[in-house]
C-alpha cells in the first residue's frame, strides 16, 4: 500500500481527488475551456469555470460528463489526467491505483468508459465504486454490518438513492435531478416572474445564500441582478427565501418521490432498520437548506445531512481502495 493510491469523485459539477493518508487534496469544478478554432485547450477546472457566460466566441467551457457519465470522451481523459498530475506531483514515481466513483444507474458501457478513461489518464489499477456506496463509507457508516442504512445523495447532475447492507446496494434509484436543476429552476422562475434573465452562477448564489426547500420562520432576502427581456436593460430585484422555496418545489418533489419509490421496495426488515437509524444526505445538494425538514415531513424519518456532504463520496471512494486492499491482503 502507497501513498500513489487515490479516491477519484468524478462529478458533474465538481471533481474531487482524495490521496491516502493525505485526505481531499484537490476539489474543482469539473469544466474544460478550449478553443474552438484550434480545438486546444485552455484551461481547466476552477480556471475554467471563472469563464463560463464569459468568453469570446472561439472559447467554450464545457463540462465533459452529463449527470455523471462522459459525454465526452477525450475532453475527460484529459482533464482526469491533468488533475491526477496536479494532486500528485509531476515526480510520481509508480502508476497510482485509482478508485473512480460513479453513479448508481449507469450502465456497463459507461462504468467501462469511466475504466477506460482512468487508465489512459494513468492508472496502473482501476476500481470502479458506486457513489452510494461511496457516500455511506464517506459519512462514516460501517456498511459490512446486516443492517439496513438509507443514502440520498445529491450531486449536481445526479441524486443516488440506496439502501445498503452487508457492503452492497440492496434496492437504489437514481434520477438526472439533482443540484443543477435546482439552478436551472432558478433561472426559469426568474424569468418567468419577473422577466429578468440571470445566468447559472447568478441562479447558484441564490440557491447557496438563500435557496430553501421548505418554508422559513422568517424569510431572507437577496438582491439579484440580471437583464430585464422586456427592456433589455441591466435591472436588479429583491428576492426572499420565499420564492426560491416555490421555484424548487418541481424538482424537490421529484427526489422525494424518488425516495418514497426506494422505502416501498425495501424489503421490511432493513425498512425497520431504517426507521431507527434514519435517512443520510450526503453530497453538495445536500446543503439546500430545508431539505432535511422536507423530507421528514413526508416519509416520518429523521433525516440528517452528513459532516462533510461535499467531500463525503471522495473520502468514501478513497477509503474504498484501502477496504479492497485490506480484503486481498
Not at 467501462?112 to 489518464?121: L, P, R, S
Not at 433589455?232 to 421555484?247: C, F, H, M, R, W
Not at 426507521?275 to 453538495?284: C, K, Q, Y
Not at 437548506?289 to 421528514?296: C, F, S, V
Request: hydrophobic share 40%; proline share 3%.
Amino acid at each position: 500500500m502507497n501513498n500513489s493510491d487515490i479516491g477519484i469523485d468524478l462529478g458533474t459539477a465538481s471533481i474531487l481527488v482524495y490521496i491516502k493518508g493525505r485526505g481531499v487534496v484537490l476539489k474543482e469544478p469539473s469544466v474544460v475551456a478550449f478553443d474552438k478554432d484550434s480545438n486546444k485547450i485552455k484551461a481547466i477546472g476552477e480556471d475554467a469555470r471563472l469563464m463560463i457566460g464569459r468568453t469570446p466566441g472561439n472559447i467554450v467551457a464545457v463540462r465533459p460528463l452529463k449527470s455523471g457519465v462522459i459525454s465526452d470522451y477525450t475532453v475527460t481523459e484529459k482533464m482526469m489526467k491533468y488533475f491526477i498530475t496536479k494532486a500528485l506531483g509531476k515526480k510520481y514515481f509508480r502508476k497510482p491505483r485509482i478508485a473512480v466513483c460513479v453513479p448508481s444507474g449507469v450502465t456497463e458501457v459507461e462504468k467501462k468508459a469511466v475504466e477506460d478513461a482512468t487508465y489512459q489518464a494513468g492508472a496502473r489499477e482501476v476500481a470502479i465504486i458506486e457513489e452510494p456506496i461511496a457516500a455511506a463509507i464517506g459519512a462514516g457508516i460501517d456498511i459490512s454490518k446486516p443492517q439496513g442504512n438509507m443514502i440520498v445523495d445529491i450531486g449536481g447532475g445526479t441524486t443516488d438513492v440506496a439502501v445498503i447492507s452487508l457492503g452492497g446496494t440492496v434496492v437504489s434509484e437514481s434520477i438526472k435531478i439533482a443540484g443543477d436543476d435546482f439552478d436551472n429552476a432558478i433561472v426559469v422562475y426568474m424569468r418567468k416572474k419577473y422577466n429578468l434573465l440571470i445566468g447559472e452562477r447568478t441562479a447558484e448564489d441564490i440557491k447557496i445564500n438563500i435557496g430553501t426547500a421548505f418554508k422559513r420562520a422568517e424569510a431572507d432576502y437577496m438582491d439579484v441582478k440580471g437583464r430585464n427581456l422586456v427592456t433589455g436593460l441591466p435591472e436588479t430585484i429583491k428576492v426572499s427565501s420565499d420564492e426560491t422555496q416555490e421555484a424548487l418545489k418541481e424538482t424537490t418533489s421529484q427526489i422525494l418521490d424518488t425516495i418514497c419509490h426506494v422505502l416501498e421496495k425495501t424489503p421490511p426488515e432493513l425498512a425497520g432498520d431504517i426507521v431507527d437509524r434514519g435517512i443520510v444526505l450526503t453530497g453538495g445538494g445536500a446543503m439546500l437548506r430545508g431539505l432535511e425538514e422536507l423530507i421528514e415531513e413526508r416519509t416520518h424519518i429523521n433525516t440528517m445531512t452528513a459532516d462533510e456532504p461535499m467531500t463525503c463520496v471522495a473520502i468514501g471512494t478513497g477509503h474504498y481502495i484501502e477496504f479492497l486492499a485490506g480484503e486481498r491482503g
